[in-house]
């Protein structure tokens, strides 16, 4: 039986109009998470919904997921949905940290059986990427860089300044004999209980390889384990400036429900 959380921003803000806001939900290998979003600020309204992803993580059995927290959040307007998948043309072409059946799912068919509203669904780097633009530093509106979630894998986004390249897959770029997801995602970190000086230095030797192939003007890390920044950033040595993401892991909502808003289709 799946359990559910709720969080709630640590920020508070008077609502606006209804009309701006938006709902967004982030699919992950351990969660789905769902909330409403002020689009003026990027901050949740009320509290995000999380329930833990079916351990056979299957189209059907996520898409009902999906139903289960807009209907627990009364939310009857267009809605966003992030997959860690390529998703192009609304087809997924591809399965990270969830069941293989998701390869070649026709999204807006699975969804449209489950949702009587409008929704958009994108890979949930380029979500997370895009909030960043919109609500974080400004270094992620400036020149190019590679925005990374690391959790239960790593999510990547190109971002030249502020535009997205979307459905980059760097976190299954082989680095030396392995994944680099394999080695320095915060779940293997978790897995094999690696102290944050071991971790960094895998984490590291995955920013270098990117650094020469790509030479961005920055990294920006995002997913959960950026909100121990203060545990381990400054043990990085890689040679391109590297920063926390602003939103944390608030950013793959943030970014789905801009997608509802905006109508984005990758």
């Known amino acids: 039986m799946t359990g559910t959380t709720a969080e709630t921003s640590t920020e508070k803000h008077a609502a ?3 009309a701006e806001h938006s709902f ?3 699919i992950g290998g351990s969660g789905i998470k769902g909330a409403e979003v002020d689009l003026a600020n990027g901050e949740f ?5 999380k329930i833990a992803t079916p351990e056979k993580s299957t189209p059907e059995a996520v898409a009902k997921i999906v139903a289960q927290i807009v209907a627990e959040k009364n939310w009857e307007s267009p809605v ?3 997959l860690p998948s390529v998703v192009k043309d609304q087809k997924v072409l591809s399965a990270a940290n969830i069941d293989k ?3 070649g799912v026709d999204a807006q068919e699975l969804f449209a059986q489950y949702l009587d509203q409008p929704f958009v669904v994108l890979n949930d780097a380029d979500a997370a990427g895009l909030a960043e633009v919109a609500y974080g ?7 190019s860089v590679i925005f990374l979630t690391l959790g239960t894998g790593i999510g990547s986004a190109f971002l030249l300044d502020g535009q997205l390249f979307p459905n980059t897959e760097l976190g299954h770029m082989m680095v030396g004999d392995a994944e680099a997801e394999h080695q320095a995602s915060s779940a293997v970190k978790e897995r094999e209980d690696l102290k944050y000086k071991e971790w960094v230095k895998r984490l ?4 270098e390889e990117y ?5 961005p003007h920055a990294f920006i890390i995002g997913g959960g384990i950026s909100r121990k920044w203060e545990k381990w950033g400054d043990k990085l040595t890689t040679s391109t400036p590297v920063a926390p993401a602003q939103l944390r892991n608030r950013a793959g909502i943030v970014g789905a429900a801009m997608a509802a808003q905006q109508g984005l289709k990758p």
């Not at 530093?137 to 020149?143: H, L």
């Open 16 to 18: 606006p109009a209804q």
């Open 24 to 26: 967004g939900i982030d």
């Open 45 to 49: 309204v009320g509290e995000r919904l």
């Open 80 to 82: 966003g949905i992030t």
């Open 101 to 103: 059946s998701w390869i």
């Open 137 to 143: 530093d400004e270094v992620a509106r400036t020149g």
């Open 204 to 207: 590291d030797r995955v920013l």
């Open 211 to 215: 650094e020469k192939l790509f030479n």
